[in-house]
Structures are given as structure tokens and as C-alpha cells.
């Protein structure tokens, strides 16, 4: 079946130390790839996408993305993690076809300790 | 801000009510998705609309109905309310609606079916 997975639910790190968020996709095609963030009472916000080209996509905030086709993957990373970064990640696939929407895999709480 | 608006932000109701959600996309967007976020089952999308057209359909129960105005603002008309239809309901625009687009989401209204 197709879908996006986030194998972890809660994720907690130290100021400062390096952050990989996974997410692996189950299509037959390489799906376009989104990471969004959602902090406490706000909408999602995009981070970045790959539809195609260089794997390694560079975002906002600081985070980039790397794509591997033979890992079905599509982590997010950050070299050195904020307070202000705890929120809620979630990666998103549009189907290749003629889907549009998105499909949202359930999301990484990220808790960032000082 | 996405520039995406949505009205009101949180909504209180009974079970067996109907209400109706506005969301106003950002200038220039021509399509408006709807989500629902729920602890259940995610985020999940409910319908996308463009240019005044529904474009495509998701998870969205036949209790639930969404149009797209002329000024392209978009209502989501939900119907016969049941406590499991508390969830925070988004609304997102894009330019064009095809799958490479970004979306930008709304703040989202709360509703609280009790």
C-alpha cells in the first residue's frame, strides 16, 4: 500500500547537538517530497521539497534534506538544533499521477532540552 | 503569516449541529485544499478545490461539503455533528493546484464537538 512513515514519534535533543529526522515513502514511483512544521497553535509551515535533481535540498531554518531513491528515504537534518526548533515535523508526499494533495506521514515531536 | 486566513478559530458546538468554516486563500492562490488533523487518524486531506471546481477528493464523510466562491474564498460546511468531528481543520492555498506546487496553510480552526 502506498504510504509515508516517520518511524519516530518523539524525538529529544540538547541545544546545539545535530538533529536527523527519518521519513521513508511506499509508492511505486518517487513521490514529490515535502517536510513541514507545525509549532503549538500555528498552521504547517514548509520547510523544503524535492521533486527532482540535486538530492541534497537545502531549506529554510537552516535544515536541508537529503533524498535516497534506494532507501525510499527522505530525512531531514540540522547541524545544530534551536530552542526555538521544538515543534512538530511532518513529511509529505504528492502521489505521482495526477494526485495533488498531500499525505502527510504522523509526525516527529522534536523537544529540544537546554 | 501564509497570507492564508481562516474564520473563526475556534468553534464550540453540540452534537447533531452543523457549522461552517471560512477560509480566504492568499492573492493570486486559485486553489484551496482542505485538511482535518485529528489525534485519530493524522492529518488527513478532505478536498481541494480550483478556480471554483472541485478538483479532488479525500476522507471527506458525506456529512461534510465544501465550495469555492467566485472571490475564491472557500467554505467547509460540516454537518450533523458527532464528537469524533473535533479536530483542527486547515485550510491551504496554492497557486495552480498541481502536485509541485507549494502549499500554504492557514492557522486552522479548532472545532470542539461536545
Known amino acids: 500500500a502506498q504510504s509515508v512513515t516517520q518511524p519516530d514519534i518523539h524525538i529529544t535533543v540538547s541545544e546545539g547537538a545535530s538533529l536527523e529526522l527519518r521519513c521513508n515513502y511506499s509508492?511505486?514511483?518517487?513521490?514529490?517530497l515535502f517536510w513541514y512544521v507545525q509549532s503549538p497553535g500555528q498552521g504547517l509551515q514548509l520547510l523544503l521539497k524535492?521533486?527532482?535533481?540535486?538530492?541534497l535540498v537545502q531549506g529554510i531554518k537552516g535544515f536541508e534534506a537529503e533524498f535516497k531513491r534506494s532507501q525510499s528515504s527522505f530525512n531531514l537534518r540540522k547541524p545544530s538544533v534551536h530552542w526555538s526548533d521544538a515543534a512538530e515535523y511532518f513529511c509529505?508526499?504528492?502521489?505521482?499521477?495526477?494526485?495533488?494533495?498531500?499525505?502527510f506521514g504522523s509526525g516527529t515531536q522534536l523537544t529540544v532540552l537546554p | 503569516d501564509s497570507g492564508v486566513t481562516q474564520t473563526p478559530k475556534h468553534l464550540i458546538t453540540a452534537t447533531g449541529q452543523r457549522v461552517t468554516l471560512r477560509c480566504s486563500p492568499r492573492?493570486?492562490?486559485?486553489?484551496v485544499y482542505w485538511y482535518q488533523q485529528s489525534l485519530d487518524q493524522g492529518l488527513q486531506f478532505l478536498i481541494q478545490?480550483?478556480?471554483?471546481?472541485?478538483?479532488a477528493k479525500g476522507n471527506i464523510l458525506e456529512r461534510f461539503s465544501a465550495q469555492q466562491f467566485p472571490d475564491l474564498h472557500s467554505e467547509l460546511n460540516l454537518s450533523s455533528l458527532e464528537l469524533g468531528d473535533s479536530a483542527l481543520y486547515f485550510c491551504?492555498?496554492?497557486?495552480?493546484?498541481?502536485?509541485?506546487?507549494?502549499?500554504?496553510f492557514g492557522p486552522g480552526t479548532r472545532l470542539t464537538v461536545l
Open positions: 491551504a492555498s496554492s497557486i495552480s493546484g498541481s502536485g509541485t506546487d507549494t502549499q500554504y
Open positions: 509508492y511505486g514511483a518517487t513521490p514529490y
Open positions: 524535492y521533486f527532482s535533481g540535486d538530492t
Open positions: 509529505a508526499v504528492v502521489a505521482p499521477g495526477s494526485a495533488r494533495q498531500l499525505t
Open positions: 492573492s493570486g492562490d486559485l486553489s
Open positions: 478545490y480550483y478556480n471554483g471546481e472541485e478538483r
